[in-house]
Nanobody, 126 residues
């Protein structure tokens, strides 16, 4: 069983930056694939970014490209999401997710992930 705990959410003005962290209970290297998802009120959960822990190969949703950076620190069992140039539409609950296997379909499909954190709220204000 893998437990995930997010931190770092908060309120930030549009154009600002925020960093999220997700600490895993298990050795992060044993979790091959990790990702960040988000869900805004009234909307479906969407994948933001994913990373393979072995080599930090990263994948991004179009909405995150050029603004967000995902990375995993295996020594600290921690996943990060650095967010810059935040927009109002980035407001959402952000969830950390982990997959016990490499993706066998779209890497930002929530069905690829077995373990989920409780989420951390990110609010972008004007």
């Amino acid at each position: 069983q893998v437990r995930l705990m997010e931190s770092g959410g908060g309120s930030v003005q549009a154009g600002g930056s925020l960093s999220l962290s997700c600490t895993a209970s298990a050795n992060a290297f044993s979790i091959p694939l990790m990702a960040w998802f988000r869900q805004a009120p009234g909307k479906e959960r969407e994948g933001v970014a994913a990373v393979y822990s072995a080599d930090n190969s990263a994948y991004y949703a179009d909405s995150a490209k050029g603004r967000f950076t995902i990375a995993v620190d295996n020594a600290k069992n921690t996943l990060y999401l650095q967010m810059t140039t935040l927009k109002l539409e980035d407001t959402a609950m952000y969830y950390c997710a982990a997959a016990p296997f490499s993706a066998d379909g779209p890497i930002l499909d929530s069905g690829q992930y077995s373990y989920w954190g409780q989420g951390t709220q990110v609010t972008v204000t004007s």
